[in-house]
């Protein structure tokens, strides 16, 4: 590294650095930085990151008697996770072209500004694309209690940040909200009501823009408005809300403020940019405050140990900024690097709905014994009733065999992610496998599946069919695992391996064969 080619404006390279710093924390740039709402800066001196579970709700205390002991109440208790705070960095160049072209404006007695302008284009591309990265990961890490970096979308080492969301603080809705029957207030109200089971109030929740839409529009949140503001008969007409309306159902019916997250990044590997949104789809996630959790930020090594030859800056406490010049190729380089990441804290106290993730309720064919659930498998009403009362699951209200099909599904889809796996472990659904999907250039294609019961049960029957394709292709075992798909021509096969355990109960899987055939 050579110094700065531009070594006589390094005042000016400063200041373009607290500059950007104070439009980004002013709020006065174009792109804005809601990670900067949600996380405290807190300077780390091991470079390690640490989310805290704290277990410790307000208990009221006892009324005692004169002269009589205190009763002793139990302490609240905190879990970790914790991780190395990763590097974050990014570089520019400045080629020998556009220095010629500096060069001319300064022969042509341009002023000074523009030149300085010129020169430092690159610094603030430097500090925001900090800033973008930052926002993407903590809008991804909030909205999944998952933080991927990987490959395709990061030129340096791929990070995966798990912060474990319990699941017995996810849910998915009654309907799914795109569905004209849903009812988002109600499943609102279903989580606000776990929540406040476990000593928590959530004051706030997030969902991405078109989440929102789809909540403003939904028929019940539009009742629930025209009730706020005394609208009378059945047929009145309300357009879809905007948020300040959203807000004042929400406020009128004690439930959390919303918050649109409508935020796209952009991404750049191998000179090939592609836009990511960082906020998982169809997640809305509840919070007790805006603010949730700590910007965890280290000191790099170069900070002490500084190259006499390089131009250095600061922006906001974490990153470092370089300036300098190579002569193989000639260019002069700009940088910016950081060390750090946002972590949510008390994550026990964070709650996630999935407004598309519901069983569906369409296609259930009432009066007989049996109901579909869980992509395509079939049990006993009986069984399923049994498995919703048991004391480990307990719908509300409990499950009957007079029931409906459809009523069944609905105690279901009000289940927490944590009371569903245990209802599927308590029905014993076999466990099929298709296969990975495949392709084929011949007519014949070998398939094999796999297919293991439940508990003490067995696999009473294997059948493969064809649920799509271009033609009816036929199979030379259509009872076995094994089998060959026959007659194929070119397009796309899906096929089902079908398995019914000794207790009658039934498991699907598919696969996926495009064939093309000369």
């Known amino acids: 590294m050579l110094e700065s080619l531009f070594i006589q404006w390094a005042a000016d390279f400063k200041k373009i650095a607290k500059a950007i710093e104070e439009r980004v924390n002013g709020k006065k740039t174009i792109a804005t930085y809601s990670y900067k709402d949600m996380f405290t800066p807190e300077l780390s001196t091991d470079l390690k990151w640490q989310s805290l ?80 990265k930052l926002e993407y990961i903590a ?24 912060l474990n ?46 989440t929102f839409n789809t909540f403003s529009s939904n028929q019940q949140v539009k009742e629930f408005y025209g009730f706020s503001q005394n609208f009378s008969g ?19 019916n004690k439930l959390p403020t919303i918050i649109i997250v409508d935020r796209i990044v952009v991404n750049e590997k191998n000179g090939s940019r592609t836009v990511l949104t960082p906020w998982a789809e169809n997640k809305v996630i509840f919070t007790s405050e805006v603010n949730v959790g700590k910007l965890f930020y280290g000191m790099l090594a170069e900070e002490t140990r500084q190259n006499k030859a390089v131009t250095y800056a600061k922006s906001d406490t974490f990153i470092l900024l370089k300036k300098w010049h190579e002569n193989e190729p000639f260019a002069e380089f700009t940088s910016s690097q950081a060390l750090v990441i946002p972590i949510p804290n ?13 069983q569906q309720t369409e296609g ?27 004391a480990d699951v ?48 011949a007519a014949t294609k070998a398939l094999l599946g796999t297919a293991t019961a439940a508990g003490d049960k067995t696999i009473a029957s294997l059948l493969w069919s064809q649920v799509s394709g271009p033609n009816t292709a036929g199979f030379s075992a259509p009872t076995a695992l094994s089998t060959n798909a026959t007659g194929l021509i070119t397009g796309t096969y899906v096929f089902k391996l079908t398995a019914t355990d000794s207790e009658g109960t039934i498991a699907s899987d598919t696969v996926s064969v495009v064939a093309t055939v000369a």
């Open 364 to 390: 259930q064919t009432e009066d007989d014994a049996t109901i579909t659930i869980y992509d395509d498998s079939t049990v006993t009403v009986a069984n399923l009733v049994n498995a919703l009362n048991d």
């Open 165 to 210: 969301y319990k699941d017995e603080n996810k849910f998915g809705s009654e309907v799914e909200w795109s569905d004209v029957d849903a009812k988002p207030i109600s499943d609102i109200q279903r989580v606000m009501q776990a929540a406040k089971a476990n000593g928590d109030r959530p004051g706030y929740i997030r969902m991405s823009d078109s």
């Open 234 to 252: 059945q047929n009145v007409n309300i357009p879809s809300l905007n948020l300040e309306q959203a807000n004042l159902v929400m406020q009128k």
């Open 346 to 358: 008390n994550i026990g106290s964070i709650y996630q709905l999935d407004v598309e993730e519901a």
């Open 53 to 132: 579970n704290v277990d410790g709700g307000l208990v009221s205390a006892d009324v005692v008697a004169m002269d009589s002991p205190l009763p002793l109440k139990r302490r609240g208790s905190f879990g970790t996770a914790t991780g190395d705070i990763p590097k974050l960095g990014m570089k520019m160049k400045m080629s020998e072209k556009l220095m010629s072209d500096i060069d001319i404006l300064k022969s042509k007695g341009v002023e000074a500004s523009v030149l300085v302008a010129k020169i430092f284009e690159d610094t603030p591309r430097c500090i925001m694309g900090i800033h973008e």
């Open 139 to 162: 809008l991804q890490i909030l909205s999944e209690g998952v933080s991927v970096i990987d490959m395709d979308n990061n030129t340096g080492l791929g990070v995966r940040i798990d």
């Open 394 to 441: 307990k719908s509300k209200p409990a499950a009957t065999i007079e029931m409906t099909d459809v009523q069944l599904i609905t105690l279901v889809n009000k289940l927490s992610n944590a009371k569903e796996e245990i209802l599927k472990d308590i029905l014993e659904i076999p466990v099929v496998n298709a296969g990975t999907d495949t392709t084929s250039s």
